[in-house]
């Protein structure tokens, strides 16, 4: 026997709509044969008709636009996850991203920021913004802490701070190329409306970033080589690679390696000093 159901959206629904509490949503706790809101209270709830959500658990209701089927994760008081499955159940499809602005950084991924000893890592935003980093990035990169939050930015480093483009051996390319990642992450993300004043602020301060943001261009972040004219320790070469947090997806790990046994004793160097 299949142990996949038939009607997966219609039971997921039910299931949900079970574990809902009648009193805290403000409904009558008498005589109730079944727990959880009935199906009349959970179609008032979503301003949808009692007789096609009736018809929908029941797995004829057809399929839900978009808009029907976030009001009903309202309604049943879905979290991300779990709405993002209510789409893929009813569209297989997940839903439009939302920019929420990014969660807190984790007590945990502080810790594994901190564990990286002698690799550079970074917390990132979809847009950009620098939001954590460990020791090595500060001796290596950039002292993000001594810099005003409004400036720890990818974009407002490479194309306003002075020295940060000094210090990046191959620019031009290396800013062409952080132009096209940060329009394919906003757009992932569903950002675009939330960063049109960086966007705005970077065209007017710097025609080199309007020039390579009409260019259109997307790129994928991935794994890639970055050359860095260290003040103090002179050239260094790192290998990256960027990684989503599971359950955050609006940040993104970015950790840089040594990529020679001699760019590590240059990093080991630095942090001795």
Known sequence: MSLVAENELGNFLK???ARLDP???GFGTSRRRTPGLRREEVANRANVSAT??????QGRGGAPSADVLDRLARALILDPNEREHL???AQHRPPEPRYAGPAPVSARLRSILDA????PALVITSAFDIVAWNRAATAVLVDYAALAVDQRNVLRLLFGNALVRAGVRDWEDEARLAVARFRL?????GASEAVQSLVDDLSEASPEFRSMWLENEVRP??????????PK???LTLEYSSMSIDGQPNLSLVIYTAATPADRKLIASLLDR
Request: proline share 3%; aromatic share 16%; charged share 25%.
């Open 15 to 17: 299931d949900r709509r």
């Open 23 to 25: 009193a805290a949503l």
């Open 52 to 57: 096609w959500y009736t018809w929908l658990e």
């Open 87 to 89: 789409f893929m159940l």
């Open 116 to 119: 990286l000893e002698f690799s």
């Open 185 to 189: 992450e906003v757009s992932k993300a």
């Open 221 to 230: 972040y991935g794994e890639g080589t970055k050359h860095v004219d260290h």
């Open 233 to 235: 320790a002179g050239p």
